[in-house]
C-alpha cells in the first residue's frame, strides 16, 4: 500500500484531462431565478414555490415497447447504506493547490478550502426495481460551524461498463470532488448504475445503462438525496458541520457525463421536485444521439466505434433485441453480434478491439448502415425511437423547468461531432431552452472541457450569486474561441 505522500504524487498525476472528461411550444416558467440582462420578469409566471402542482402530471416512464413499470416512492430511495471516509482525504488547501497544478489547472488555484472525501453507497432505482449504487462524497474543509453550502453534483465520462471500471475503485476517481470541494461545495461524484465501486458486486444481469438517459438521471438524483442525508447526519460523520443545500444544486458533467447531464435536468422537476437545479454545465455532450449515430453509421472512425457499446446496452436496458445481428457482424474472430459484451466486460473504456477495426463493414451490418446512414430509423425498430428517447431534443420526457444551461464542445472532436451539436443547440433553443454555447478553437473531445474549465467555474459561480446573464450570451451558436484566454 503506497505511503500518504505516494498517494499525493500518483494523485497528481491522475488529477488529468482524462479523469475530468473520461468522452415549437413556448418556454415553460422559469424556476432559478436568474436574470437576463434587461429581461422583465412575467407577472404571470408561476413562482418558483408553487409546489408539484404547477408542473404537468407525472408522465409513464419507460418507452419504445419496454414492460410498464412505475417508480418507487422517494422514501425508498436515496437512502444511505454506508458513508465512509475514503483512502485519500483530509487534504490542506495547499495540497490540493499542489494536485491541481500538477495536473495543468493552475487557473483554478488557490483554492478557499480543504477536502475530505467520502465513498457513499445509497439505494436508487432501475425500471421500478430497488438497487444499490456508490458515489464518491467530497465536503469542503474550513468552513464557519454549521455551514450550509451549494450542492456540485459531477458526472463523468465513459470508464466503461462493469464494476472494475467504477471511477471511485482509483484515485482518480476523486479527481471531481477535490476539484469542486475545494471551491465550496458538497460535491457528489456518482458512479452510475452497474460500475459498483465498493460493497457488494453488481449482479451479473444488471449491466451498466451506457448512453440510457433515465437510469443515469434517477441515481444521479438519489445520490444527491443520499450525499445531503450523510453530510447532515451525526452518526455518519459528527464532525463535519456541513449542511448541504437543496435549493442550490449545480450539475457538471463531461462526455457521457455531459449526457447525463441535461437529462439530470430534464428528469429533475419529475423525481426530485424538493432540489432546485441552479445550473448546469456540460462539456462534449452528445445532446442528438439520432443525428450522431446517422454520422457513424457514413464515416468511420471514434463516433462509429462509440455507438456499438451503445447497441448493446440499450438492447439490454429495453430488452430487445435479443438478437444484435441485424445490427452488429458476425465476423471472425470477433462475431461481435454475439461477443462485443463479453469484450465489454472485460475491458475498461470501448473495447481495443473495436480501435483495432478499420472499416464500417468489419463492424456493423450493411443493412443497418445504409438505413442509418438515410436516416431511415423506420426500417430500423427499436433502434430509431431508442436514440430518439434519449436524444434531448427528440425525447418524450415533459420540458417543465428552465435552467441556466452552459454547452462547451471541441472545434476538433472525432467522438461527439460539434457540427451536429451545433445544430441540436439551435434546435434546443427553439424549444424554449436557454442555452449559451462555447466552441472550444483547436480542442479535441477532452481538450474543448479542460480548456474551458475555469469558465464553466466561474460561470457557475455566477448562476449561483444570481449576477446577470447577458442576453447576448443566450442561444448565440458562434464561432470557436480561444476557451483558454476566456
Known amino acids: 500500500m503506497p505511503s500518504r505522500g505516494g ?22 416558467p422559469r424556476s432559478d431565478g436568474d436574470a437576463l440582462e434587461g429581461d422583465t420578469p412575467d407577472a404571470d409566471a408561476v413562482s418558483p414555490d408553487a409546489g408539484p402542482d404547477a408542473t404537468p402530471p407525472p408522465f409513464a416512464p ?17 437512502q444511505v447504506v454506508t458513508f465512509e471516509e475514503a483512502f485519500l482525504t483530509d487534504l490542506e488547501p495547499a495540497t490540493v493547490d499542489d494536485l491541481l497544478a500538477g495536473a495543468g ?33 467530497g465536503v469542503p474543509l474550513g468552513l464557519a460551524p454549521d ?14 461498463f462493469v464494476d472494475a471500471c467504477a471511477p471511485s475503485r482509483k484515485i482518480d476517481g476523486l479527481a471531481a470532488s477535490i476539484l469542486l470541494a475545494s471551491r465550496g461545495f458538497v460535491t457528489v461524484a456518482p458512479d452510475y448504475i452497474g460500475l459498483t465501486g465498493f460493497g457488494e458486486s453488481s449482479p451479473d444481469a444488471f449491466p451498466h445503462p451506457y448512453m440510457v438517459a433515465e437510469p443515469t438521471a434517477l441515481a444521479a438524483l438519489d445520490a444527491v438525496r443520499a450525499a445531503l442525508a450523510a453530510v447532515a447526519d451525526p452518526s455518519h460523520a459528527a464532525d ?38 441552479a445550473a448546469v454545465a456540460a462539456a462534449v455532450p452528445p445532446s442528438d444521439l439520432v443525428s450522431q449515430s446517422e454520422w457513424a453509421a457514413a464515416h468511420w472512425g471514434r463516433t462509429a466505434t462509440t455507438l456499438a457499446p ?50 464500417l463493414d468489419q463492424l456493423y451490418q450493411p443493412a443497418f448502415l445504409a438505413a442509418a446512414a438515410a436516416g431511415d430509423w423506420d426500417a430500423l425498430p427499436p ?8 436524444s434531448l431534443p427528440t425525447t418524450s420526457v415533459p420540458r417543465v423547468s428552465d435552467t441556466p444551461i452552459l454547452t462547451v ?10 457540427p451536429l451539436e451545433r445544430a441540436s443547440v439551435a434546435t434546443l433553443c427553439a424549444q424554449g431552452y436557454r442555452i449559451e454555447y462555447l466552441e472550444c478553437a483547436g480542442e479535441a473531445h477532452t481538450g474543448g472541457g479542460v480548456a474551458a474549465m475555469p469558465y464553466m467555474m466561474d460561470w457557475l459561480d455566477a448562476r449561483l450569486s444570481d449576477a446577470p446573464w447577458p442576453a447576448a450570451d443566450l442561444c448565440v451558436v458562434g464561432d470557436p474561441v480561444d476557451c483558454r484566454a476566456r
Request: with cysteine.
Open 105 to 137: 489547472f493552475e487557473a483554478l488555484t488557490p483554492v478557499s478550502y480543504g477536502v475530505r472525501n467520502f465513498l457513499l453507497r445509497y439505494t436508487t432505482q432501475d425500471r421500478g426495481a430497488l438497487v444499490e449504487a456508490t458515489a464518491v462524497v
Open 240 to 277: 463535519l458541520a456541513v449542511t448541504g443545500d437543496p435549493a442550490r444544486v449545480v450539475v457538471i458533467g463531461g462526455s457521457q457525463g455531459g449526457h447525463g447531464a441535461l437529462f439530470t435536468e430534464r428528469y429533475a422537476p419529475h423525481y426530485a421536485p424538493e432540489l432546485t437545479l
Open 310 to 359: 451503445a447497441v448493446v446496452s440499450m438492447s439490454r436496458w429495453y430488452g430487445a433485441p435479443d438478437d444484435l445481428g441485424g445490427v452488429l457482424t458476425d465476423l471472425p474472430p470477433l462475431h461481435l453480434s454475439t461477443g462485443l459484451a463479453q469484450l465489454m466486460a472485460e475491458h475498461c473504456g470501448v473495447p481495443p478491439a473495436l480501435d483495432a477495426l478499420d472499416d
Open 147 to 160: 455551514a450550509q453550502v451549494p450542492v456540485a453534483m459531477w458526472l463523468h465520462g465513459t470508464t466503461g
Open 409 to 418: 464542445y471541441g472545434e476538433l472532436d472525432d467522438i461527439v461531432r460539434t
Open 7 to 28: 498517494l499525493l504524487r500518483i494523485a497528481t498525476a491522475t488529477l488529468t484531462a482524462a479523469t475530468l472528461l473520461a468522452c415549437e411550444a413556448a418556454p415553460p
Open 383 to 390: 433502434w430509431g425511437c431508442y436514440l430518439a428517447e434519449n
Open 62 to 78: 419507460g418507452a419504445c415497447g419496454i414492460a410498464p413499470y412505475s417508480w418507487l416512492p422517494a422514501d425508498q430511495v436515496g
